[in-house]
């Protein structure tokens, strides 16, 4: 049985590592949302895009929710209100995810929908969503 702090570090590890690229793909779709289809930067962004989400963000996410699932488990943190609203932004943190895994693919077909501006809010959102899950394992308000 791996011990409760090592769990702790490699769940805050992962977290770290999903938190940089949920970060950063949204940024990288605001340039690219202004490239030409097809153009030299349009293709370097794809590839950009692509490896940064299968190479660090999707095997970052699975491990924090293993880590963290597995804490939650050994700590029987269930029926604390601090943790339900974490888990609770940790669920729309994955929703993100899975929107951000479906713009890359519409970028990868040059079908992309949104604006540019679309993607500037759009990378505010991990941020607040950051926000109140540290408030909540920190402060734990309630």
Known sequence: MIPYEWLKALHVIAVLA???????L??????????????ELSETLKVMERRLLRAIINPAMTAAWIFGLWMAWEGDLWG?????????????????????S?????????????SAKFYRVMNEAPTLLLIVI???VIVKPF
């Open 18 to 24: 999903w938190m940089a690229g949920m970060l950063y």
């Open 26 to 39: 949204p940024r990288l779709y605001v340039y690219h949302a202004t490239a030409k289809p097809g153009s």
């Open 80 to 100: 604390q209100h601090w943790f339900q609203v974490k888990l609770a932004m940790v669920i729309a943190m994955s929703t993100l995810h899975s929107f951000l």
């Open 102 to 114: 479906r713009w890359r693919r519409d970028f990868e077909k040059d079908a992309n929908r949104h």
């Open 134 to 136: 540290v408030i909540m």
